[in-house]
């Protein structure tokens, strides 16, 4: 089945600082939703990206699915967007089950 | 709308006892995904249904999982008999169809001692 790997696995930055997530996967994708698990437990949807780019706020992703990776950027960081940051791509093709990557804990300093 | 809903948000039992976890998905959702979420083992899906009924249950560990959609607005998670190996996070999720984006419901903390 696809593999789904994140990098870095913790990042420490201060409250200012920007940030970029990578998400690799070992084959072509045509789903890709990045979450923020919050401190609370709570898996919060961030985007739904297979292709290209979006913006949220301070929040933007891109996917290239060609290259098999998407970029999770995080702008100005603030103390609340601590927690961990996951990833997840169906595991084929017409596959409905989204597998996970290890996920990549930030912690973000006053 | 109200999200996914789950109860009980936190369970503590003893081994031997039968454990229920309980769903309601997003109105108009037709799939519905349970996952568990373990520290060795992260996030992996449990079973899915479409449409009501159960579609890939290969994620279920063990008989003593069972799990069932009686209805579009319900569904349930069963451990019969519950193990301490089966602490963690279980989560329930849903979306409009099998092929979209899907939405978690807060998750239920389950703790067998």
């Known amino acids: 089945g696809i593999q789904v790997e994140q990098s870095p696995p913790d990042l420490i930055l201060q409250e200012g600082a920007n940030s970029t997530l990578r998400c690799n996967f070992s084959d072509s994708v045509n789903n890709l939703q990045w979450f923020h698990q919050n401190p609370w437990g709570q898996l919060i949807n961030l985007f739904y990206?297979?292709?290209g780019t979006k913006q949220n706020g301070r929040l933007s992703a891109t996917t290239v699915a060609t290259e098999r990776y998407s970029l999770l950027y995080i702008s100005s960081s603030q103390t609340t967007d601590s927690g961990v940051y996951f990833c997840?791509?169906?595991?084929?093709?017409?596959?409905?089950?989204?597998?996970f990557g290890q996920g990549t804990r930030l912690t973000i300093n006053p | 709308d109200a999200g996914v809903i789950q109860s009980p948000r936190h369970e503590v039992t003893e081994m031997g006892q039968e454990v229920t976890l309980r769903c309601k998905p997003i109105?108009?959702?037709?799939?519905l995904f349970w996952y568990r979420q373990t520290m060795m083992r992260g996030l992996e899906l449990l079973i899915y249904?479409?449409?009501?009924?159960?579609?890939?249950d290969s994620g279920m560990p063990e008989d003593r999982f069972s799990a069932k959609m009686p209805n579009a607005s319900f569904s349930t998670l069963k451990i019969q008999p519950s193990e301490p190996r089966d602490s963690a996070v279980y989560f329930c999720a849903s979306s409009i169809n099998r092929w979209n984006e899907q939405f978690f419901g807060p998750g239920t903390r389950l703790t067998v001692l």
């Open positions: 249904f479409n449409n009501n009924v159960p579609i890939d």
């Open positions: 990206i297979p292709s």
């Open positions: 109105s108009g959702h037709n799939s």
């Open positions: 997840a791509t169906p595991q084929g093709q017409g596959a409905q089950k989204l597998v």
